[in-house]
């Protein structure tokens, strides 16, 4: 696919049309407004909520943002899977662990309060949960705020169209409200998907 288009103009500038591609395999942008309908329908796993907020055209928003960095958060978190601890609900995970919003409150401690990494074991206690804080590295507090807005955000937003009923031009304007809101184009093409 790559290279029909140069094949076919070298060779005469013969005209073509491509069919049965997805739009997302031609779009950036296409790619990751399918990644965020798809969260919904999904259990606010690593990967599915991580490609969404660190598609190019949805981290460009953050300027100070790091997908490496995020990714690396979310492993030393352990966020794996669920929304909150309302979703490890009737399964082996009594505690509050291995979901966004536990990582998102370590990381929001970790701006004030001293964890591991200064070798502070101490932990903070709140609603009878305990959180170790994840300190924020120097340098890195415009990034944590950034990405505990942005994933907060895509939770409430799949969660609002969870089982919502809207007419059909309810659902276009909250599309188009929704995809202003985290798409920000990266290149012409982006803007031009965009509109």
């Given at each position: 696919?790559?290279?029909?288009?140069?094949?076919?103009?070298?060779?005469?500038?013969?005209?073509?049309?491509?069919?049965?591609?997805?739009?997302?395999?031609?779009?950036?942008?296409?790619?990751?407004?399918?990644?965020?309908?798809?969260?919904?329908?999904?259990?606010?796993?690593?990967?599915?909520?991580?490609?969404?907020?660190?598609?190019?055209?949805?981290?460009?928003?953050?300027?100070?943002?790091?997908?490496?960095?995020?990714?690396?958060w979310c492993e030393r978190l352990g966020i794996f899977h669920g929304a909150d601890q309302a979703d490890h609900c009737d399964t082996y995970i009594e505690r509050d662990l291995c979901n966004w919003d536990q990582g998102v409150k370590r990381l929001a401690l970790g701006a004030f309060l001293s964890g591991r990494q200064s070798g502070e074991e101490r932990v903070y206690e709140s609603g009878g949960e305990r959180y170790l804080p994840e300190e924020t590295p120097p340098g890195s507090l415009a990034s944590v705020a950034g990405f505990a807005a942005l994933v907060r955000s895509l939770i409430a937003d799949a969660r609002f169209c969870r089982g919502r009923e809207l007419t059909v031009d309810g659902w276009i304007l909250f599309l188009q409200e929704l995809f202003r809101s985290y798409f920000v184009p990266q290149t012409e093409e982006d803007e031009r998907d965009f509109l």
């Open positions: 696919q790559a290279h029909t288009a140069s094949v076919f103009r070298e060779a005469y500038d013969i005209p073509y049309n491509l069919v049965d591609l997805s739009l997302s395999s031609e779009s950036r942008l296409a790619e990751a407004a399918g990644l965020l309908l798809d969260l919904p329908f999904g259990r606010f796993t690593r990967q599915e909520l991580l490609r969404v907020a660190a598609h190019p055209c949805v981290i460009g928003r953050f300027s100070d943002a790091d997908p490496a960095e995020w990714l690396d």
